[in-house]
């Protein structure tokens, strides 16, 4: 191989990227440049150094036979030093500086390496080189500096290029590479990249850039990597439009839940007002009882005394806790908003976030649709073409035979005739006058030779004009073929670089999608773990919901309670502005009838057994107001025992709505992460697709080729055909036509030889001369037709060459599009998840400082109001005592308070049988629960046997996937069909949309029967839990008992030394009162109860959706908010009203019979009657307080089971 041949020319641009040569390379060959150099070195020559000059590039140029060839100046090779890189830019010598050419052998080496000799081979090499005269070198070779002079230096910049002689021969051409040279201990450390750039004889340049460019070529086409198929654009289509339609109720459920949390709001607000009504009516009752305490008559022994001071000091330390645990709700409510408000910020940017992701997926998918129409319109253009081209050729090719043919035959037919009628002509006159015949003969024959001529000069002129229009054809079609090829030319050169890049980055992109898989797969473990919890979340919500609603209950009934004690104590201050006016008339009464018996009576015996029973009446008195003072005492520490356990329950639901909130808290975050889990997944997924598309795109592209090759050859073939019998028929047509004219011929010549005319004979030899040399023109003018034609062949195989070029280098600019898509994307979503987190991050913040800031304003507002309800209840309070001091003294409302206490009576009778009825709906309430575990147990059996038969579905459509796999193999390898080929992608569109379906299906059906199994745990949890709150409602109503027990027996003994029938009424109120706590336990368990089956189905709904949500991807609709808590509002007070109208009843009654009846004159009977009345009061009170709130408990109980649908 020579020089030339060996070696071309590498620019920068289109170098392969995977040549480097070795730095060793530079003592491949005994005479290298590099040898050469360090010899001259060795040998003393003051060459001048120039910095790094010559090992940048050096210029090779090719000199005449017989002369010496030149190099560089300095070919010495780039050395790294310790001060940092070159002094200034490296110089590429001019054309004209060159050194003769000196021997190898001419000086030693410096080298510390051993130089190989000089071979046998390599001096006939030389001896060859310079007899030929063709002593020239095509390329400089860098070598490894010294390390004697440079040990801190670990690479040279090194150019390797093998040098070879001028002559033939058969090694291979080494080629030229580039390195860089780096300093380990430089400064700079810049690296320096050299590049030999050497200039092949001309001789080779065609044939040698022609093998560069196809092994280029063929190293992509080989190195180029290949993924897995992926499923169809069908399959991925139908499923986004499942995934958005079921998103949609994902979207519904997060609307809900934001409803949900807007209700929780709003309630929220309502039981702080709510809670600070109640603290102001508790303290103004406590001030009350407090001044009533105080301004009611002091006994005279120090017990008494001692007993009422322990009583304020117990009740200033009870308010004084009541007030710090009503802070610390507010703080905890306070905080519970805020907690509610962020959580509400925080899925709004969960769903604006996957809309956008959402958008973006949208438009990637619209843009690959397109660019794929564009490309089979383009290939249906192309194919369309080439057909029309094919057709057309054929068409004239088709025409012009015929033509030609038709004007042969016409011809040689008119020669015919015109030959026989000379001849008949000839013969008739023969025998008259032969002198006559012979010009006759000569003067046809020569109007028929010019005749035949004329035909002759027609015939070649048209076939003239249809060569020149089919040359002018030929002609326009092969410019616009090169310029066509000239535009892919440019084409290919522009793609080489962007082939090279994406060598690279597919190298890149493979690493990343190993890693990628290997992530995915524990991202997908991660993601069922995830949606278990999430689920667990979403009851744990519901839960906190039904929690949030028992709060509100429970602050609607101590609101209530308020109402109605307000209500009472405002009809107790218009009875004791009554019975104050009526007392005050009866001791004006009693003092003036006292002081006239006593004027009377004065030392009379009758007058001290008076005095002695008035006294023992009095000192009854005074024990029946210190007992009722004690049963006072008593019912409010019943009453604050009451408030306790509320406190005590709003505690635990504050610590439930807490823990749920807590959980929506992580499952928002969880949701976020499944938002970018899903975006990855949708990017993965579009990679995907943009792969199966290219691969679809080669299949597609090797199938037309294959079926455009088949069908020109087979047109070919037809034409080769078509074209040599055309020429056989031609042929034997002339043949025929030359044995006919020949045997006329040999007729005249024997007519003539007959007549003995030697002239004649002569003519006709003529024209037989002339007609061979005619026909024999034909017969070139058909050959040449035939070479035509076999061109155009050559052409047209050409211009498929060309085409199937044209359609790789397409294939080759489609996928670096695709990539440069796939990169954008994966940029514009990791803008868009930075975007997202920056903005979470933020209003987080602001919903921090707007907490702390309302935290602290609803701090003050509370101390405020507190401070406020604390005056106004001390000076209630007092003015309440004031009162009940006045009508201590009254006398005839105990009989009015025992007939209250029948009536009393008769309405716990009632209210019995009213929480019997509870009780038998309670009952009939949990048959129904379980009549609902068991249909949950029958529909996780339901759902596990459809797991099992979708996974057999699923498996018998993996089998039916890979015989259609394995059929559409065998189609490819087969010879392509175009029909059987749509059938068969048809036919895998359908499989894969199928697979996927069960698939999708299967999992619903798995994450059902999860969600199934969790919501039985819960259903069981809850009903653990219920059993515990019914036990502790248990506990609670047998305290409420024992305390009731005791004031009742208390009453009881006070009421028996007033009268027996107050203590048989006691008595029977007593037991009523024990029914009553009976029942309202009942009752709270009941509300539990219920309250728990209505979490079961808000849990169940939730956990529905939740499946959908996790089936499908992604949501974007809004549902109009629910109702939530608005419609539980509780029945107005009709009870209370009803109660006050009864109580303002008896109050006129026993007015109007102490009117009427003969009252009772001492001061003892009427402080007693006053005490008992007090006493009879409360009790009333009480018990109307418990029956209101057993009423609430039944509303709310209605108004659960008609808010859970």
């Not at 308010?319 to 910020?345: G, M, S």
Request: proline residues 2%; hydrophobic residues 35%; charged residues 30%.
């Amino acid at each position: 191989m020579s020089d030339a041949e060996g070696f071309e020319v590498v620019q920068h641009g289109d170098a392969p990227p995977a040549a480097p040569a070795p730095a060793p390379a530079a003592t491949l060959s005994p005479t290298s440049p590099k040898v050469a150099t360090e010899k001259k070195a060795a040998a003393g020559t003051a060459a001048p150094k120039k910095p790094a000059a010559t090992a940048t590039s050096a210029a090779k140029r090719p000199g005449a036979a017989g002369t010496t060839a030149t190099k560089p100046v300095t070919s010495s090779a780039a050395r790294t030093s310790t001060t940092g890189g070159l002094s200034k830019p490296p110089a590429r010598p001019t054309a004209g500086a060159a050194t003769t050419k000196r021997p190898s052998t001419a000086a030693s080496t410096v080298s510390h390496r051993s130089q190989p000799s000089v071979s046998e081979d390599e001096k006939k090499r030389a001896s060859i080189s310079s007899g030929t005269g063709v002593a020239r070198r095509t390329s400089t070779v860098g070598a490894t500096s010294s390390p004697s002079k440079t040990r801190t230096s670990t690479t040279a910049a090194t150019t390797a290029a093998a040098r070879k002689p001028a002559t033939a021969s058969g090694t291979t051409p080494s080629r030229t590479a580039t390195s860089t040279t780096r300093s380990s201990t430089s400064s700079t450390a810049t690296p320096t990249t050299t590049r030999t750039a050497t200039r092949p004889a001309a001789t080779s340049t065609g044939a040698e850039t022609k093998k560069r460019l196809s092994s280029v070529s063929g190293g992509t086409a080989t190195g180029t990597t290949r993924h897995t198929p992926r499923p169809s654009l069908a399959s991925s289509t139908s499923s986004t439009v499942a995934a958005a339609a079921a998103a949609a109720e994902s979207a519904k459920e997060i609307e809900d839940l934001r409803a949900k949390l807007a209700s929780s709001e709003t309630e929220i607000t309502e039981l702080k007002a709510q809670i600070a009504s109640s603290e102001e009516k508790i303290t103004e009752l406590t001030e009350k009882a407090n001044a009533a305490a105080t301004e009611r008559p002091v006994p005279d022994d120090a017990i008494g005394k001692e007993a009422l001071e322990a009583l304020k000091v117990e009740h200033a330390a009870e308010i004084e806790r009541l007030n710090k645990q009503v802070a610390e709700f507010q703080e905890k409510l306070a905080a519970a908003e805020a907690d509610v408000t962020a959580q509400k910020n925080q899925l709004a940017e969960a769903i604006q976030a996957k809309d956008a992701v959402e958008a973006e997926v949208a438009g990637l998918k619209t843009s690959l649709g397109s660019l794929q129409a564009e490309h089979e319109a383009k290939l249906d253009e192309a194919q369309a073409n080439l057909t029309k081209a094919t057709d057309e050729h054929a068409a004239k090719l088709e025409a012009l035979q015929k033509s030609l043919t038709e004007q042969h035959e016409a011809a040689v037919q008119a020669l015919e005739a015109k030959h026989v009628e000379e001849l008949r002509g000839g013969d008739a006159e023969l025998a008259a006058n032969h002198e006559k015949a012979i010009e006759d003969l000569k003067a046809s024959h020569e109007r028929a030779t010019a005749e035949l001529q004329k035909k002759i000069d027609d015939l070649v002129a048209s076939q003239m004009a249809l060569e020149a229009a089919h040359e002018s054809k030929l002609a326009s079609e092969t410019a616009a073929g090169e310029t066509k090829l000239g535009a892919l030319e440019a084409e290919i050169s522009e793609l080489k670089a962007k082939l090279e890049a994406a060598e690279q980055g597919s190298e890149v992109a493979k690493s990343e999608l190993e890693a990628k898989a290997a992530s995915l797969a524990s991202l997908e473990a991660k993601v069922t773990e995830l949606e278990t919890e999430l689920l667990a979340a979403k009851d744990e919500v519901a839960k906190a919901t039904s929690t949030h609603a028992d709060l509100q209950r429970l602050i609607d009934t101590l609101q209530e309670e308020n109402k109605s004690k307000d209500a009472t104590i405002e009809k107790m201050k218009e009875e004791n502005e009554a019975a104050a006016t009526h007392h005050q008339k009866q001791l004006q009464q009693v003092s003036q009838d006292y002081e006239n018996e006593i004027e009377s009576l004065r030392g009379d015996a009758f007058f001290k057994r008076k005095f002695e029973e008035l006294e023992a009446k009095h000192n009854e008195l005074i024990q029946s107001q210190q007992e009722t003072a004690e049963s006072h005492a008593k019912a409010l520490e019943a009453a604050k025992a009451e408030y306790d356990a509320a406190v005590k329950a709003l505690e635990a639901k504050e610590a439930e709505h807490q823990q749920g909130l807590d959980a929506l808290r992580a499952s928002h975050a969880e949701e976020l992460e499944g938002a970018k889990s899903m975006a990855r997944q949708a990017q993965e997924s579009s990679a995907e697709e943009i792969q199966s598309l290219k691969e679809s795109h080669a299949s597609q592209i090797e199938i037309l080729k294959g079926e455009s090759e088949s069908s020109m050859a087979k047109e070919l073939d037809a034409l080769k055909a078509a074209h040599s019998e055309l020429l056989e028929g031609w042929k034997k047509d002339a043949a025929a036509e030359k044995e006919q004219l020949l045997a006329n011929h040999a007729e005249q010549l024997a007519a003539a030889k007959s007549a003995g005319d030697d002239s004649h004979a002569a003519l006709l030899e003529q024209v037989k001369k002339d007609l061979e040399t005619k026909h024999a023109e034909e017969l070139e003018k058909l050959t040449a037709e035939l070479e035509t034609a076999n061109a155009l062949k050559q052409d047209l195989e050409a211009a498929q060459a060309k085409l199937a070029d044209a359609e790789a280098t397409h294939a080759s600019a489609v996928e670096s599009l695709k990539k440069t898509l796939e990169d954008n994307h994966a940029v514009e979503i990791e803008k868009l998840i930075a975007a997202h987190n920056k903005a979470q991050e933020a209003l987080k913040e602001d919903s921090a400082a707007n907490a702390e800031a309302q935290l602290e304003s609803l701090r003050a507002e509370h101390a405020t109001l507190l401070g406020e309800l604390t005056a106004k209840y001390e000076s209630d309070f007092k003015s309440a005592a004031e009162k009940v001091a006045k009508v201590e003294a009254a006398k005839g409302e105990v009989d009015t308070a025992l007939e209250d206490l029948q009536a009393e009576h008769a309405k716990m009778e009632a209210a019995k049988k009213e929480v019997d009825a509870a009780l038998e709906a309670l009952k009939t309430e949990h048959a129904k629960m379980e009549e609902a575990k068991r249909e949950v147990d029958a529909a996780l059996n339901a759902l596990q046997e459809e797991c099992d038969n979708l996974g057999q579905q699923l498996a018998h459509e993996k089998m039916e996937k890979f015989t259609a796999q394995a059929e559409l193999d065998a189609a490819r390898n087969a010879k392509p069909d175009t029909s059987e080929l749509d059938a068969l992608k048809e036919k895998l569109a359908d499989l894969t949309t199928a697979h996927d379906k069960s698939e999708s299906e299967l999992k619903a059906s798995h994450e059902k029967a999860s969600a199934a199994t969790a919501e039985l745990s819960s259903i069981k949890e809850e009903l653990a839990m219920a059993q515990k709150e019914l036990e502790a409602h248990k506990l609670e109503a047998d305290a409420q008992k024992k305390t009731s027990e005791a004031d009742y027996k208390d009453m009881h003994d006070s009421m028996t030394q007033l009268i027996e029938e107050a203590q048989k009424k006691a008595a029977e109120n007593e037991k009523k009162a024990a029914e009553v706590e009976q029942r309202s336990m009942e009752k709270i368990a009941e509300v539990d109860q219920r309250l728990a089956e209505a979490d079961q189905k808000i849990a169940q709904l939730t956990a529905q959706l939740k499946v959908r949500d996790a089936e499908l991807a992604e949501a974007r609709t809004s549902a109009e908010p629910p109702k939530g808590l608005a419609a539980s509002r509780f029945a107005n007070s009709s009870g209370s009203e009803d109660t006050g109208a009864t109580a303002e009843k008896a109050a006129e009654e026993a007015a109007a019979e102490g009117e009427t009846t003969e009252p009772d004159n001492s001061s003892a009977a009427i402080a007693s009657l006053s005490k008992a009345q007090m006493t009879v009061g409360q009790l009333m009170d009480l018990d109307n307080d418990m029956k209101e709130n057993n009423r609430r408990i039944l509303q709310s109980i209605t108004d659960v089971k008609s808010a859970a649908p």
